[in-house]
Every structure is written in C-alpha cells, then in structure tokens.
C-alpha cells in the first residue's frame, strides 16, 4: 500500500491518487462560533448523556483523530441516492419495495447495481448501471444537497481545536469531488474511497487503510457512522462508533447514538471516548 497520503497537505484533502491530491476544495465556511447544545445519546436500549464539560479548556481525553462517513453522516444524500436507484429501475419497468429500498443505504454504486440486477431483473451490465447511479445522483446535488445537521459546524469545531479528522467513504471519487462542488467540505488528513480497496464496508479494510495512513491505533479513535454496515466496519476495524440516526436506533456495536451532529464539539468527542466500548 502507498503511504504517500501519510503527508499532509495544508489546506486540501487528501487523496491517493495524484489528480485529486492536487486539486484544492473549497475553504470551509463556519457559520458560528456558539456550542451546540447537548444531546441524549443512546447505547442499545439506554440513554446515556456524555458529561457536559465545564469549561471552555481542552479535554485532556481526545481521540487521536476522528473519522466521518460521508453519506448519511455529513452530507443529506442518502434520500438522493434512494431516489436514484427507484428511477433507474423505472427506465426499465421495474421497482423495488420500501422495505427492499433500505437493504441499498451504505452500498457502494457497484454493490448497489449488482442487487438491482438481482431483484430488478435489468439487463445492463453492472458497471453501467454503477455509472448511471452515481449520474442521476451526482445530478441532483446542485440544488438538493444539503448537510445534516451540525455536521458542518463540528467540522470546523475539531479543526479549529486541532484534532485530524478523516473522510471514509464506500462513495467514489468522482462522488466525493462533486459533493465538495456543492458544499463547501474543507480539509481531511486522509480520504478512503471505494476506489481505494478492494472491499468496501461493512469489510474494515476501508478504516484499516485510513488509520494506517493516519499511523494510529483504531482504539484511539472515534468514528461517525450512519449505517448498519459502517458501524459494522469501524467495530471490526477495532474503533469507538457514534452511530447517527434520527430515529436512534443503534447496530449493536455501537457506542453511542445521536441523530445528528449538533453535539459535537471536542469536549463532547472526549466524554464519549471515555465510555467503554459496546460489544457487538
């Protein structure tokens, strides 16, 4: 594996391959200095509150670095993704339940059209059907994308207290650009895409390879994950999990559950590294 990423680049994401490790993403925008409030989190079926910090100092308890997912986690695109996948079926007569429509949230494109051949019946070949996933997605991000709650907010939070952070995605590159083309993402130390491994989640490899280029251990860290099979991921890659969901239903294994990222701070992130991991 190149360790090449293992540089940081001041100001630019990073990427292991050279025409996206050159290009610059826009700067990140903060939009307020003020803390969020507190959220109830939950473990399995039990709330559990992370203390309140008490003052404005830096926990003496902070993870390592911090890794996000990115659909679902920082940026509303899931409904977009889902979108897509019902109007691909349409284009050959075909359609999917509701209940079948969940099983495709945290797929990657090629993952995802390999089940719609499966259960649509189409007679594409998967890689075109990938492609016209992510074309019919990517569409719809000028006007439609938006960030979760929070997410923005914390990512400017953690790095303006100085704490890497780390963008883990089962998303293509190609994805990843046209989302910073819609919004404004700023830095990552490091960046996994699908296009990185050879196995997407729920596989580790993905977070193994980001806290390799990060030279980390995973149990120092803390990762945030929309997904059944993102959290089943970061478990297996050895990593603290704060699932987000706005119905706080949590995949066993998660630590903790909160349905969006307003809480987040650099206190907060402590107070959660200082939970003992769930098992799965």
């Known amino acids: 594996m190149s360790h090449e990423a293992r540089d940081r680049a001041n100001g630019t994401a990073v990427h292991s391959c050279p025409a996206c490790r050159a290009r610059r993403h826009r700067s990140f925008r903060r939009r307020s200095s003020a803390r969020p409030p507190l959220h109830t989190v939950r473990r399995g079926n039990q709330p559990v509150t992370p203390s309140t910090p008490s003052s404005d100092h830096r926990p003496s308890a902070q993870p390592a670095a911090v890794l996000f997912d ?3 986690t920082l940026v509303d695109s899931e409904r977009l993704w889902l979108d897509a996948i019902r109007a691909r079926l349409a284009l050959d007569g075909a ?13 990657s494109s090629i993952e995802a ?13 998967a890689a075109e059907v990938a ?9 719809a991000f000028a006007d439609r994308l938006s960030w979760v709650s929070g997410a923005e907010e914390a990512l400017g939070h953690l ?29 990552f130390d490091v960046v ?17 390879q980001a806290f390799d280029l990060l030279g980390i251990d995973p ?9 059944e099979v993102g959290v089943r991921a970061a478990v297996a890659a050895g990593s ?21 990222l307003r809480p987040v701070t650099a206190a907060w992130v402590a107070s959660v590294m200082a939970l003992e991991p769930a098992l799965p």
Request: one cysteine or more; aromatic letters at 4%.
């Open 219 to 227: 149990g120092t860290c803390l990762v945030f994950e929309d997904s």
């Open 70 to 72: 990115l659909d679902g």
């Open 192 to 208: 996994v895409t699908a296009d990185d491994v050879q196995h997407t989640k729920p596989d580790p490899e993905p977070y193994l």
């Open 240 to 260: 603290r999990v704060v699932q987000v969901r706005a119905d706080l239903r949590a995949t066993s294994g998660a630590t903790a559950c909160i349905p969006d």
């Open 131 to 139: 492609a016209d996933l992510e074309a019919l997605t990517i569409d």
């Open 159 to 187: 790095r303006g207290e100085g704490i890497r952070i780390a963008l883990v995605t089962s998303s293509t590159h190609r994805w990843v650009d046209a989302v910073a083309e819609s919004l404004a993402l700023g830095a």
């Open 95 to 107: 359609a999917v339940s509701s209940a079948q429509l969940v099983e495709f949230e945290g797929l």
């Open 113 to 125: 059209a390999h089940a719609l051949i499966e259960v649509g019946g189409l007679s594409a070949r």
